[in-house]
């Protein structure tokens, strides 16, 4: 791929739209802008494109530095037909099982199909199975629900209600609601606290539409979204840091960068940390309080400790699956330790040469941002917990890493702006899901929002169901216009 960074003396006064942050939402909102013949600049302070879904370099590995697959790739899914719609053409190994969910007396192999895992659930709680026919049926009508533009009567019915609420209105088989909430991590919050809507779209998504690995590692789908937003003659602009938004009451009118350059734009979409936007580049007193307050006391979702592990071709790893591994039984999550551990190279073997390995490892935390003093050490001490953890399967391990790196909530935080590191913008709780996340539209009539931070919510399918709804608004507002 050529340079994708445009040259500074190509960089225009004007253009139609400014995105803010080149994240997967940046990059399809102003994917189909350009599409549609808009000038559109994407401004990114990485010094490459894709935010949380990027991949990096050492010794000959390719390690994905967040995302570990995608949902929604299949043709008729949201994000199969968003490729599709932008003709942007890549290649996808579906992952089947889709997930393995293991606790310390029992494992359970997750299907790529959703009625295989129905049927699997019927014939292991033969005595719910009744209740699970009704509660996948409800579940798949719920995902839905989410992409209609209007509130309906199913998204009424949950919008105040937790998973664990849901769960326990349909089962009584305690063992049933763990393995139904395992996935939780995916999303951040444990079932007692995180939104029943939220939930769904997660877990729908990669159950219904399938769970995908690009070829190539995760930078390859950034990188396409990328070049083809280059074909429709966008400009992206990477390590350049906003430093301001200039506005005039309602309207914002234009950027500042660190390197002294002032664009400005009709329109401007923040794929970026609301916090971000409107506290660090605007100030206060150019937004309304009211929005400020509600940004102000929302919570962040979570953040992780992510290790990376390069490994020789002369160990077997067949014995690691795929998935979730918690550490105790506890059917409330509370405190229960999780490692997400995956083999990329298992699913795509041109990710390392020679036959050789990668192991990487996803691992909840309940260490507070603010109460970490010492990253340097903590980072240490969390390279050290998770290497011993993998020993439970793997003894001999430590023998065969040839290269081995991490990334902690403040790595997250550093490459991405994301508040304290968050994994999965605001926590997809009750109170902040759906009607109460952040809109896609802002005080500023010509300002959105797309991410995670606003709706959908977190997760690939969602961020670039976001980016694509926020684009046809801002299409559809000018055709009003007209």
Same mark, same amino acid.
């Given at each position: ?86 003709? %942007? ?35 292991? /709680? ?5 209740? #699970?026919?009704?509660?996948? =049926?409800?579940? %798949? &009508? ?44 995916? %999303? ?10 939220? @939930?769904?779209? @997660? #877990? ?12 190539? &590692? ?37 950027? =500042? ?23 660090? #580049? ?5 937004? $309304? ?8 006391? @929302? ?12 490994? $020789? ?23 229960? !330790? ?12 041109? #990710?390392? @040469? ?14 507070? /941002? ?9 980072? $240490? ?69 797309? !991410? ?14 976001? !980016? ?15």
């Amino acid at each position: 791929m050529r340079n994708l960074s445009i040259d500074k003396s190509e960089i225009k006064p004007k253009y139609d739209v400014i995105v803010l942050g080149a994240g997967i939402a940046g990059l399809i909102c102003g994917t189909f802008l350009a599409k549609s013949g808009k000038k559109v600049l994407i401004i990114e302070q990485h010094n490459i494109p894709g935010g949380y879904c990027t991949s990096f370099k050492r010794k000959g590995f390719i390690f994905d530095a967040a995302v570990h697959h995608i949902g929604g790739c299949g043709k008729w899914s949201v994000v199969g037909r968003c490729l599709k719609e932008l003709d %942007i053409k890549m290649d996808f190994v579906q992952l089947d099982p889709m997930d393995s969910i293991n606790f310390p007396s029992f494992s359970v192999d997750i299907p790529a199909e959703i009625d295989k895992y129905v049927d699997l659930l019927k014939k292991r /709680y033969p005595h719910e199975s009744e209740k #699970l026919s009704s509660f996948f =049926k409800e579940f %798949i &009508g719920l995902y839905r629900a989410t992409f209609s533009a209007e509130r309906n009567k199913m998204l009424v019915k949950y919008q105040y209600l937790t998973y664990k609420d849901m769960l326990d209105s349909f089962f009584t088989d305690e063992q049933l609601k763990m393995v139904l909430s395992a996935q939780w991590g995916y %999303i951040g919050s444990p079932p007692h606290e995180v939104s029943a809507i939220g @939930m769904c779209q @997660m #877990l729908v998504n990669y159950l219904k539409d399938g769970a995908y690995f690009p070829v190539g &590692g995760t930078q390859n789908f950034a990188d396409a979204i990328t070049q083809k937003f280059i074909d429709y003659d966008g400009h992206i602009m990477l390590s350049s840091k906003i430093t301001g938004l200039r506005t005039d009451g309602n309207i914002t009118k234009g950027v =500042k960068t660190e390197k002294g350059e002032e664009i400005s734009a009709d329109v401007f979409v923040s794929n970026i940390d609301p916090r971000q936007t409107f506290f660090c #580049l605007m100030g206060k007193n150019a937004v $309304d309080e009211t929005y400020l307050h509600k940004i102000d006391t @929302m919570k962040e979702s979570v953040s992780f400790f992510l290790l990376y592990l390069g490994l $020789d071709n002369k160990i077997d790893l067949k014995c690691l699956k795929r998935g979730f591994y918690h550490t105790s039984s506890n059917i409330s999550f509370s405190n229960n !330790g999780w490692f997400y551990i995956s083999v990329p190279t298992d699913i795509d073997s041109s #990710l390392a @040469m020679d036959k050789k390995q990668i192991i990487s490892v996803v691992v909840s935390l309940n260490d507070s /941002y603010d109460d970490i003093e010492d990253w340097v050490a903590f980072k $240490d001490k969390m390279k050290r917990y998770t290497i011993n953890y993998i020993e439970n399967f793997i003894p001999d391990i430590q023998d065969h890493i040839e290269v081995i790196d991490a990334a902690t909530p403040k790595t997250l935080h550093r490459y991405t702006n994301n508040s304290k590191g968050a994994a999965y913008g605001w926590a997809v709780t009750v109170d902040q899901t759906w009607p109460h996340r952040l809109q896609h539209t802002t005080p500023f009539k010509n300002l959105f929002l797309a !991410g995670h931070w606003t709706n959908p919510g977190p997760g690939i399918c969602a961020v670039v169901s976001s !980016g694509w709804r926020v684009a046809n608004m801002i299409l559809n507002n000018q055709e009003d216009k007209k």
